[in-house]
């Protein structure tokens, strides 16, 4: 019989990425203010996801202060591609811009506040997608998603253990438009530690 390790929280937190003085000070002073992030695990899942597809074009809805959003810049830098982020809050978004520069990355991005159910974007134009939004409105934003990605373009909804989640989940399962897979994980330093995550193929 295989066994397994006597704590796989302490276990897997060894496997966390390396990280910046930086992206740690804006992690702690993000959580001091109320305002989760996605924690280095889900972070380095992110770029790495970009990197595998060859994404040149990616698409955050829930930018806040630009945390999650680092990931995919890098991600973008290296490929000489550009992440458009999203968040409703002009503060943030200002933030955000501020955080993104420090690092040299704003020539990879553009900040943009908007309501991420009335975006004036194209249609079919983006190769991966990171929803990150308060999750009551996740079942609206499928069918945003869905007209933004572009075929074989990828959709990933963080925060889908959550309650208000759980009718976004139904759709992406029962609509027939995606090839999905929900996960249940630990995620060390995300907010919370334990959630799931969506990931979803436009067919």
Request: net charge negative; glycine share 8%.
């Amino acid at each position: 019989m295989p066994r397994f390790v006597a704590d796989p929280y302490a276990c897997f937190r060894e496997y966390v990425p390396q990280r910046e003085v930086r992206e740690l000070e804006l992690a702690a002073e993000a959580a001091a203010r109320g305002i989760p992030v996605i924690g280095p695990a889900m972070g380095g899942l992110l770029e790495l996801l970009c990197r595998i597809m060859g994404a040149t074009r990616t698409l955050e809805l829930g930018t806040a202060v630009g945390y999650s959003t680092i990931f995919l810049a890098r991600a973008m830098r290296d490929a000489g591609g550009l992440v458009v982020g999203v968040d409703m809050h002009e503060a943030h978004c200002r933030e955000a811009r501020a955080n993104l520069a420090l690092r040299g990355l704003a020539e990879n991005c553009a900040v943009l506040c908007a309501d991420a159910r009335a975006l004036p974007l194209g249609n079919e134009d983006f190769d991966l997608v990171f929803l990150d939004v308060d999750q009551r409105y996740y079942a609206e934003l499928e069918p945003v998603c869905r007209r933004l990605l572009r075929p074989g373009g990828l959709l990933v909804a963080d925060n889908t253990a959550f309650a208000d989640a759980c009718a976004f989940s139904t759709l992406v399962r029962d609509n027939g438009c995606w090839d999905a897979v929900n996960i249940y994980a630990f995620l060390p330093d995300h907010a919370p530690e334990q959630d799931g995550i969506c990931l979803a193929r436009k067919k």
